[in-house]
């Protein structure tokens, strides 16, 4: 009976200790020209606070953490998040002590709406097709380039 009791103390506490693991899945790495790599991670939860100008949205996760979701520019496109609403975004997580901040490349509305907010290589969609007037150049070419891919933007 008692190893029964330890045994179920050991797999309640393994299984607390992956709650926090939780929040967030990655999904993937992007590497911008520059040769920086990011981990692409997924996170799901409930909009608590819904800002437009900055456009930002607070996510609630089931773990209970909370990221700030940086949704681009609020002219660029109709994003139709409110508070309550259930959400996934997909992004590049910037952690600054206890603040989460997302960069957010794509973002599932409650509706099942997908937005695309960056490219694959993290460049904002709203920043139009003209790379600033590289054109088309090869991403070896544009590696020097500091402003090419500002994920604050």
């Known amino acids: 009976m008692k190893k029964n009791k330890f045994l179920w103390l050991g797999v309640f506490l393994l299984l607390a200790a992956a709650v926090p693991a939780l929040a967030h899945e990655t999904v993937g790495q992007m590497t911008n020209p520059r040769g920086d790599s990011y981990d692409l991670i997924k996170i799901e939860g409930t ?3 819904r800002q437009t100008m900055p456009n930002i949205a607070e996510i609630k ?13 609020a ?5 139709d998040v409110k508070e309550g609403d259930y959400i996934s975004v997909t992004g ?7 603040e989460k901040e997302l960069a957010a490349f ?3 509305q409650a509706d ?3 937005v695309t907010l960056r490219e ?7 920043a139009g097709k003209g790379y600033r007037g590289m054109g088309m150049m090869m991403p070896e070419a544009r590696a ?5 891919h500002c994920l604050d933007r």
């Open 144 to 148: 020097g380039r500091d402003d090419f």
């Open 61 to 73: 996760a089931a773990d209970g953490s909370e990221y700030e979701v940086k949704l681009g520019p």
């Open 120 to 126: 694959s290589l993290g460049r904002p969609s709203w």
């Open 47 to 49: 909009v608590v606070e």
């Open 112 to 114: 099942g709406t997908t």
């Open 75 to 79: 002219w660029y496109k109709d994003i």
């Open 106 to 108: 794509t973002l599932i």
């Open 92 to 98: 590049i997580l910037h952690q600054d002590g206890d």
